[in-house]
């Protein structure tokens, strides 16, 4: 009997990760990949695994799922009048996609019984991080190359989205977030909603470091604050150019590379930390990561510049 609820969230997974495929409009498909991204939260916690699923939430089925609405009102400005794709290329995509899922699929079937694993040497150390959670002493201890490389993809990503405006109108705000006239029950959300926010968005940064949360998570929830806020009228979207948003954007990063640099002279090399100083460097970068990470995700969301800048 324990396990029908899992046996109802499998089914619910499957049939949610079909939708995604088989729907024959993008913007259904891009809602079924949503759904899909919050019934994997779900599942995550289930596993047990607390900040992977408020990631999922955040990221996956939040933060990438307005990207890809975005595209798709793109799109259907761009595509309209033009004929669809024939059934030839339809069938080639398709036969491409299920070859990669079939390789991925045999990729993890086809591992060892027993994969290696490093958690009971991550688990020996943590002490000598002084951090409680074990997913933040992975990512900003023992794997931080890669949680750094990862902002910077970041700030390749929003370089990419703001270089789609056109060159009379580059530097200014998103129109996208301009409404004719925003509604009153948006209005009031705008205004009763983001202090609460602010405050989980702060809670998740600060808790990361000993337990579930972070920085990706408390960021996303910050992020989506901001946008509440400029989608209601209530602040106006930030012009692209300004001086400010720009050193926000790579604020987070360029503290996380000082730190980085800073470990051939205070500790043992390139992102080591200095005995006893561990978890205060490490707070301190996670509350300038978030930084960035809000203010890259909020303007990856609005778009490029669409207007004639003031």
Same mark, same amino acid.
């Given at each position: ?11 619910l997974v499957l049939g949610a990760a079909l939708w ?48 890809? !609405? ?38 993890? !079937? ?7 694993? !490093? ?27 890669? $949680? ?71 960021? $996303? ?6 946008? !509440? ?54 707070v301190a970068l996670e509350v300038a990561l978030a ?20």
């Amino acid at each position: 009997m324990s396990m029908l609820p899992d046996l109802l969230l499998v089914m619910l997974v499957l049939g949610a990760a079909l939708w995604t495929v088989a729907a024959r409009d993008r913007r259904s498909s891009v809602i079924g990949f949503i759904a899909l991204g919050l019934l994997l939260a779900l599942v995550w916690m289930r596993l047990y695994a607390v900040d992977v699923a408020l990631t999922e939430a955040a990221v996956g089925g939040g933060a990438t799922g307005l990207l890809l !609405l975005r595209a798709c009102a793109r799109l259907d400005s761009i595509d309209a009048g033009k004929p669809s794709a024939g059934r030839t290329l339809q069938l080639l995509i398709g036969f491409c996609c299920a070859a990669m899922g079939v390789g991925i699929a045999a990729a993890a !079937l086809g591992g060892p019984d027993l994969p290696p694993t !490093l958690a009971p040497a991550v688990a020996a150390n943590i002490d000598a991080v002084g951090l409680g959670n074990p997913v933040t002493v992975v990512l900003l201890a023992y794997r931080a190359i890669d $949680t750094l490389l990862e902002k910077i993809v970041l700030i390749a990503a929003l370089v990419g989205v703001w270089s789609l405006a056109p060159d009379d109108v580059w530097g200014g705000p998103p129109a996208s977030l301009k409404l004719a006239k925003a509604s009153e029950p948006l209005t009031f959300l705008a205004q009763i909603l983001p202090p609460v926010g602010f405050v989980i968005g702060v809670y998740l940064i600060w808790n990361g470091a000993d337990e579930p949360g972070g920085t990706f998570q408390g960021g $996303t929830v910050l992020a989506a604050m901001w946008l !509440l806020v400029m989608l209601a009228g209530l602040a106006e979207p930030p012009e692209t150019r300004r001086a400010l948003l720009q050193y926000l954007v790579v604020f987070g990063p360029a503290v996380f590379l000082i730190s980085g640099f800073s470990g051939f002279w205070l500790a043992e090399g390139f992102l080591s930390y200095p005995t006893g100083f561990a978890k205060t460097m490490i707070v301190a970068l996670e509350v300038a990561l978030a930084l960035s990470i809000a203010v890259i995700v909020a303007m990856m969301l609005a778009g490029p510049s669409a207007r004639t800048p003031r």
